[in-house]
DNA sequence: ACTAAAACATGATAAATATCATATTTAAAT
DNA sequence: ATTTAAATATGATATTTATCATGTTTTAGT
């Protein structure tokens, strides 16, 4: 098994504030999990017996609505930690998380980040920072969601992805979803995704290829009201 | 000056993790600070030079949305802390607070606070811990304004202020607030939020004295679909 | 390659909510 | 106490979005 100290991933995440022997006893007591497209990592209410580092691959947040929709929260790529918010709250998920490709993940036990924690303030300071900057985030959501029409929320979720998670050799968007994960990030129906789509692509805005999206007109996006 | 020490309302939130001697050098350099009812405690965008401790009162943080409207995040009440979060991100902040009624503050310059976060765990600990908190606590908020209708919406806002910030003796909602802010936390128009409330109020859920607010059938707004 | 199921698409309609207009009430200031 | 401004209230209407129905295309499995 490939050692965490060599990890290109943990670059990206707050365990680069390990030092090299908290690196070499997590690596000694990690394991390695293949996950498919589609997938479910961890359920909405489970308790989590440690974090996961995603080596590969991205995966969504969702949370079960009462009205029975799920709402994806959030979406998780490579480099980024997951299951860290249950482990420091010492309370069960309140996400599901669900691959949305093929994923290699590590898991670290509980008990060894929980020492980490305890010993190595920088460490505890990066999660901190990560988790500072992740209620940001949550905030221009909540103000997005409460403000902006649908079209709005739609095209600035294309954006979203287009700027963190990166586009394919011939230009559409590289994290594949279907229309109803759309839906599901917006916080809309199904149809209404479908709908603002194509008027999308009317307006030149966007193409597709097959399931994929390219976005042909960025400003033209960003202008929509 | 009174000292923190013996602040009962350190007791509420991360300051606790503390020692004596940590209270005592921030005991010297805190200043302390009476803002009235609809005053700002700080603008969006402004960069604070430490954080406030909320010794009385009320206040609500906004976000601007593009569209011009006020969007209420969180009410924060005595006892809580105010600047955390871009304390912590070393950012400006992302949010405006201003006084809901007549408050009291302590205000505690950055460099104090951030030794404390080096050198005591037990408090970078306490602050990542609420922290996730907020966290949870706004990944609820997105699923209710992605998923649930303004009627439901609103009648949670009132069972949330409720059960946070408790009533009068005459059983009104203690923490005073206007339509329009009403409108700002539910995500709607000011005039949405006045016909809803008549609504419950025909329909024996609430009942008004003044502007007062006063709780009626809180299983009736459970209930609330 | 064929079939069934899932995903995508679009129209028709209903429901929710926003906007505009205009009273009425309440609070604030002189 | 009187005036003025702000907040609350309600109706009429427009807009947005959801829902239901139905058809088409794509994908997955044999």
């Known amino acids: 098994m490939s050692k965490c100290e060599q990890c290109i991933v943990r670059q990206f995440n707050s365990l680069k504030a390990l030092t090299k022997e908290e690196l070499l006893r997590i690596s000694a007591c990690k394991t390695s999990r293949i996950i498919k497209k589609g997938e479910v990592i961890f359920e909405e209410g489970e308790s989590l017996n440690g974090i996961f580092c995603i080596k590969d691959g991205v995966c969504k947040l969702t949370k079960l609505s009462a009205n029975g929709k799920d709402q994806i929260i959030k979406l998780v790529e490579k480099g980024q930690i997951l299951g860290q918010r249950s482990l420091i709250s010492d309370e069960r998920t309140n996400l ?107 307006e030149g805005f966007i193409s597709t290829i097959g399931k994929y999206i390219k976005i042909e007109d960025i400003e033209g996006l960003r202008r929509v009201e």
């Not at 905030?139 to 929320?153: E, F, G, H, L, Y």
């Not at 839906?183 to 209404?192: K, N």
């Open 96 to 202: 599901r998380a669900t691959a949305l490709n093929d994923m290699e993940l590590c898991f670290i036990p509980k008990a060894e980040i929980i020492n980490d924690l305890k010993k190595n303030n920088n460490f505890t300071m990066d999660i901190l920072k990560n988790m500072a900057d992740d209620l940001r985030e949550a905030d221009d959501v909540i103000v997005n969601m409460a403000q902006k029409s649908v079209r709005q929320r739609l095209a600035e979720a294309l954006l979203d992805i287009d700027e963190n998670f990166g586009t394919n050799p011939d230009g559409t968007l590289s994290v594949l979803l279907s229309r109803e994960d759309f839906a599901s990030i917006v916080g809309t129906a199904t149809e209404s995704v479908i709908r603002v789509l194509s008027q999308f692509k009317k």
